[in-house]
């Protein structure tokens, strides 16, 4: 019905609903059209205007009382007349209490007998909506209390409290929607009028909301405003006179404000993006870290001349505009660059001999031919039946992602529609797992083999535990997009994310372990530095530890239900890490060798086996700077099948752990001796890592690789936690591991912590200049 009030109104140019609503406050109050919307502008109307979504919830929480014949009707009823004459004043409608009232509705409605009264159900709903935050839900509890059921017939209380829920929710959802379809966007009155103020308050000179641009490009974004060229200068122009120092430079504790908007613990590539995007935002924020360089598993050291990488090597979509790559992304909307190398090869040493996986498609699938014609034909059937999965994932794109009921229209407004009717006929493929995919069609063993191998290389997991929109999108980015190698190695994301972070007003502190989230009254509101014993107060705390980490180390025994804590206690956790770093000579080696291998021992085994799948890289290939003249750099790993049990607990300095060290670094010397036959002869400095190492330096649990959900199952859970101002990010959330995963995470949970106006303001600004196709 609104939405064909809407379509009658536009096609006759008469006023929208919206405006009759603002027309009824007018004349109700006596006063012109200026002097309304100045009183707009000003913390008292909150009591004078009442925003259509508030009014059209409360009508249709009305109308399913009357519906039923209920008593509660003239309860309902009551309450919202007193609204429209301002005798109770209106609450502002967001979704922080918006769906934790209608869950708990759902929740209540389902702990009643099996069989409830109607009017149970619909007063637990009603309540929960608190008629659209209109009536204080204490209020309404105790109207609807004096309601005496008569004659309501008996209906399963879950299954109404459930569909009402969804109505309240879809309603709350459809109505902004409709109104950006069929009006301007960003008008001011889709966000709540506190929210306004309080961003319009930040961008006077004392609010301090960061660097003076962001705070100019926050307040246009709730205000309605387009965001202007000199709201949101280039890189250049923004960051002239700022200091960009290195990700491996702290910034002063003496700098912070009294209170931050968000605090982020850990400087992960999740964290980082969170923290970036926050302060994009316009957000004050700040980042701990407890290593004395930025990156968590991402960052880069150099030793006696060589500079390796910790962790992961291989990337995509770096160097390309528009990317389907969300670290891409998330550079380019704070308008940083990576300079890159491309490349567009990498050797795969198999038992039946060498397999060279070119970028592009038609070479890829001939190497595959080559090993088995029948693996070619199956192979053929996957990507047929992934191509239409890639397109929807493609269309949906990642900036406009977050984590609750806005999720919708902003999904809705920044898709291409073709791509939303295509998601919507995949939509249970591609949220399943891989597995589903490969089961179908492929039952050739050197096929399955490589399938099961691509997968984990990307996620660390296997095809059971990987949704098919993440394969998906790896399958077709490999021919489209481009193969890269950051210039200085991985490091140099890590310092490009940092300069982003200063840039729009953020701060990093190294050396700066958190020892715990500080509660009081039930929020997390800072964190508390092991260091000096300081706290560090937030409005918002982001957690970059890992979940066990998280909820073993930082959250306060009694600050959330202790299910919850036993749920996560309980994540399923992939392996460890065995790491090789060598410093060799080059002498002799030919000038075209290749950068990136990998080996795997024994099919059989499965590439989750312990030690069966060993990557590796040579980096100094292409960038000189990374080795000494005449040397190359080499890093070789394997990945998320160490089991930490064999070390668990062993002394670092005793002989039992070197001679430990010495035979499990033993499988990376075999991998490369499959690149170079005589490397252990080249050998002038080496570094072995072990799972001790790892959990060491980059703090991360038993040294994990991540957590291990599974897509077949309940897949990887959201930012949210039932601590109210706590989030998470990284590879214990969804989307989940490897690098494109975790910058999603944090870019996700960035949107999710603003509203919904400043975020579709960001998508406009990124759409506009093909940031994402």
């Not at 004349?27 to 502008?41: D, F």
Request: proline residues 7%; contains cysteine.
């Amino acid at each position: 019905c609104l939405f064909f009030c809407h379509l009658v109104t536009k096609m006759t140019s008469l006023a929208s609903p919206e405006d009759i609503f603002t027309n009824l406050n007018i004349q109700a109050k006596g006063i012109t059209q200026h002097q309304y919307h100045t009183l707009a502008a000003s913390e008292t109307s909150r009591r004078s205007v009442i925003p259509l979504p508030k009014a059209f919830i409360a009508s249709v929480a009305l109308l399913l009382c009357l519906a039923a014949s209920n008593p509660l009707a003239s309860t309902a009823q009551g309450l919202w007349t007193r609204a429209l004459h301002n005798h109770v004043e209106p609450q502002p409608l967001t979704h922080r209490t918006a769906i934790p009232r209608v869950g708990a509705a759902a929740q209540m409605a389902t702990q009643q007998r099996p069989v409830v009264h109607f009017t149970t159900a619909t007063s637990s709903i009603l309540s929960a909506a608190g008629a659209a935050e209109i009536v204080p839900g204490h209020e309404l509890q105790r109207e609807v209390a004096s309601a005496r059921p008569r004659g309501s017939p008996s209906i399963p209380g879950a299954a109404v409290a459930a569909w009402l829920s969804v109505g309240v929710l879809f309603t709350a959802l459809l109505v902004p929607w409709v109104r950006r379809m069929m009006a301007p966007p960003l008008q001011s009155s889709e966000i709540p009028l506190h929210e306004v103020l309080a961003v319009e308050r930040a961008t006077q000179p004392d609010g301090g909301f960061g660097h003076t641009p962001a705070r100019k490009w926050a307040a246009a974004a709730v205000t309605g405003q387009q965001p202007t060229a000199k709201m949101v200068p280039d890189a250049e122009g923004l960051g002239a006179g700022l200091d960009k120092k290195p990700s491996g430079v702290s910034d002063s504790l003496a700098d912070l404000p009294e209170e931050l908007d968000a605090v982020i613990i850990g400087s992960g590539l999740g964290g980082l993006c969170c923290a970036a995007m926050l302060a994009r935002y316009g957000r004050k924020v700040a980042v701990f870290e407890s290593h004395y360089t930025a990156g968590g598993v991402a960052h880069t050291f150099k030793r006696n001349g060589y500079t390796f990488d910790s962790g992961p090597s291989f990337h995509a979509g770096l160097s390309q505009r528009p990317s389907i790559n969300p670290l891409k992304q998330v550079l380019d909307a704070l308008e940083e660059e990576v300079e890159c190398v491309q490349y567009d090869f990498w050797n795969c040493y198999f038992p039946e001999g060498l397999f060279v996986a070119f970028k592009d498609s038609k070479r890829y699938k001939e190497q595959i031919k080559k090993f088995s014609p029948k693996a070619l034909e199956e192979f053929q059937k996957v990507e047929d039946e992934l191509r239409p999965m890639f397109e929807a994932s493609v269309g949906l794109p990642t900036p406009a992602l977050r984590w609750d009921p806005w999720i919708v229209p902003s999904v809705a407004l920044a898709a291409d529609p073709l791509a939303l009717l295509k998601s919507g006929l995949v939509a249970a493929k591609i949220q399943g797992p891989y597995s589903n995919i490969i089961n179908k069609h492929v039952t050739d063993p050197f096929l399955r083999g490589l399938l099961e191998l691509e997968t984990n290389v990307l996620s660390g997991t296997l095809p059971e535990q990987t949704i098919t929109a993440e394969m998906a999108v790896m399958h077709f980015e490999r021919d489209k997009g481009t193969i890269d190698y950051p210039v200085g190695g991985g490091g140099a994301i890590v310092d490009a994310l940092v300069r982003g972070l200063r840039k729009w007003g953020g701060s990093m502190h190294l050396r700066q372990h958190v020892e715990q989230v500080v509660v009081e009254g039930g929020r997390a509101v800072g964190i508390k530095l092991k260091k000096d014993g300081r706290v560090v107060r937030a409005k918002t705390v982001v957690s970059n530890a890992t979940v066990w980490d998280t909820v073993n180390k930082l959250i306060p025994e009694d600050a959330v239900p202790a299910a919850w804590r036993e749920e996560k206690k309980a994540a399923p956790m992939t392996e460890s890490f065995m790491h090789l770093h060598l410093g060799i000579d080059a002498t002799g080696l030919p000038d075209d060798l290749p950068m990136h291998h990998l080996a795997i021992r024994d099919w059989k085994l499965g590439v989750t086996a312990p030690q069966n799948l060993v990557i590796m890289s040579i980096p100094s290939v292409y960038c000189k700077e990374m080795a000494p003249p005449g040397k190359h750099a080499v890093h070789a790993y394997v990945a998320a099948n160490e089991p930490y049990g064999l070390w668990e607990g062993m002394d670092r300095r005793s002989k039992e752990y070197q001679d430990l060290k010495r035979e499990r670094a033993q499988v990376l010397y075999e991998a490369l001796e499959n690149v170079i036959p005589d490397i252990r002869e080249r050998v002038e400095l080496e570094l072995i890592g072990t799972p001790l190492t790892h959990e060491r330096f980059t703090r991360r649990y038993k040294g994990t690789y991540g957590a291990g959900y599974s897509a077949a199952e309940s897949g990887f859970p959201g930012p949210n936690t039932p601590l109210p101002g706590l989030y998470l990010v990284g590879d214990s959330t969804a989307p989940g591991i490897g690098v494109p995963a975790v910058a999603a995470s944090g870019l996700i949970c960035a949107n999710t912590l603003v509203p919904f106006a400043e975020h579709r303001a960001l998508v406009q600004a990124l759409g506009d200049r093909s940031v994402f196709p």
